[in-house]
């Protein structure tokens, strides 16, 4: 079982539509969980940073980790064309620096 | 917004040869990263270095490997003898802070290509 997975998509919606881009973990011990978005040929962009379980909202932005199920979500509310990247969920063990991430799930948001 | 930098943007070497890749992270961060991502894999670590040492590296980080701090702003990775498998994006992050507020921001990448 692979340490965390990801749909790799590609995941194509319609403008304005509410998204949902999903990880799964094996690893209990994980505490931390981010979500990155990245456009082709560039580096990750850090769009949010939770620790433990429950909601984190931040403009169009939610993160929800429900580590009883081993299992985050990032919803993206009224998805606009430039949302179309790839998403990365990444994690990481207390008490360590490496991120551990997923393959990404590759969003399309048709105008 | 301060953000971390990277050179050069692409780089062609020989295999064999030694290359080096250059990072300026953000000016108030202490902890800095090197992660790389072959085409179309998901993005590995490779090594973290805080108060000028290595904090954590992982199994790819092997001898062929180093990373150094050579003057207060620029962090550098160097790859000794490159092989074709080391053809990737090479990404350098840095943050603030380790434990709960370990933020890591990326920069935009270098890309190797080994012939």
């Known amino acids: 079982q692979k340490e965390v997975e990801q749909d790799p998509g590609p995941l194509s919606v319609p403008e304005g539509a509410i998204v949902s881009l999903n990880c799964t973990y094996s690893?209990?011990?994980?505490?931390?969980f981010m979500w990155y978005r990245q456009y082709s040929r560039k580096g990750p962009e850090l769009l949010m940073y939770?620790?433990?379980?429950g909601n984190k909202e931040d403009g169009r932005f939610t993160a929800q980790v429900d580590k009883s199920s081993k299992y985050i979500s990032l919803f993206i509310r009224d998805s606009q064309p430039s949302d179309s990247a790839t998403y990365l969920c990444?994690?990481?063990?207390?008490?360590?620096?490496?991120?551990?991430f997923g393959t990404g799930t590759r969003l399309k948001v048709l105008a | 917004e301060p953000e971390v930098t990277q050179t050069p943007s692409h780089q062609v070497t020989q295999m064999g040869q030694e290359v080096i890749l250059r990072c300026v992270p953000i000016?108030?961060?202490?902890?800095f990263y090197w992660y790389r991502q072959i085409l179309g894999q998901k993005v590995e670590f490779l090594v973290s270095?805080?108060?000028?040492?290595?904090?954590?590296k992982s199994e790819i980080f092997d001898d062929q490997f180093s990373v150094e701090r050579p003057d207060g702003s620029n962090f550098t990775l160097k790859i000794r003898s490159t092989k074709l498998e080391d053809s990737a994006m090479y990404f350098c992050?840095?943050?603030?802070?380790?434990?709960?507020?370990?933020?890591?921001?990326f920069g935009p990448g270098t890309r190797l290509t080994v012939l």
């Open positions: 992050a840095s943050s603030l802070r380790q434990g709960a507020d370990n933020e890591q921001f």
């Open positions: 690893n209990s011990a994980f505490q931390y």
């Open positions: 939770t620790y433990s379980s």
């Open positions: 990444a994690m990481r063990l207390a008490g360590t620096y490496k991120y551990i």
């Open positions: 000016s108030n961060h202490l902890y």
């Open positions: 270095f805080y108060n000028n040492e290595i904090s954590e």
